[in-house]
């Protein structure tokens, strides 16, 4: 089993940053990818940055370069760096792991990341 302890977000102005860290602990050799994802109110919950355990990611449209997701070195620990955030960006941000298709797909707590305008 595998679980993920989220930390960072808050509340900040358009056009400020934030981080985010996701820890990942247990069975985390099984990990095939993690990443982070958001879910606003009202609205399904939406892809934000995945990196593979290779280290390719992947960004959704809306947040390419404002935002970059990386890994630890120890690699059970990813980060998002959020800048430029706009007020759209708020949402609560839940980071998941990848475990494979022969493994149930993990998801964090989330935690709330609000952009004032």
């Known amino acids: 089993q595998v679980q993920l302890v989220e930390s960072g977000g808050g509340l900040v102005q358009a056009g400020g940053s934030l981080s985010l860290s996701c820890a990942a602990s247990?069975?985390?050799?099984?990990?095939?990818?993690m990443g982070w994802y958001r879910q606003a109110p009202g609205k399904q919950r939406e892809m934000v940055a995945t990196?593979?355990?290779?280290?390719?990611?992947n960004y959704a449209d809306s947040v390419k370069g404002r935002f970059t997701i990386s890994r630890g070195n120890a690699k059970n620990t990813v980060y998002l760096q959020l800048n430029s955030l706009k007020p759209e960006d708020t949402a609560v941000y839940y980071c998941?792991?990848?475990?494979?298709?022969?493994?149930?797909?993990?998801w964090g707590q989330g935690t709330q990341v609000t952009v004032s305008s």
């Open positions: 998941h792991a990848d475990m494979g298709v022969s493994r149930r797909d993990v």
């Open positions: 247990g069975s985390i050799r099984y990990i095939v990818a």
């Open positions: 990196i593979t355990s290779g280290g390719s990611t």
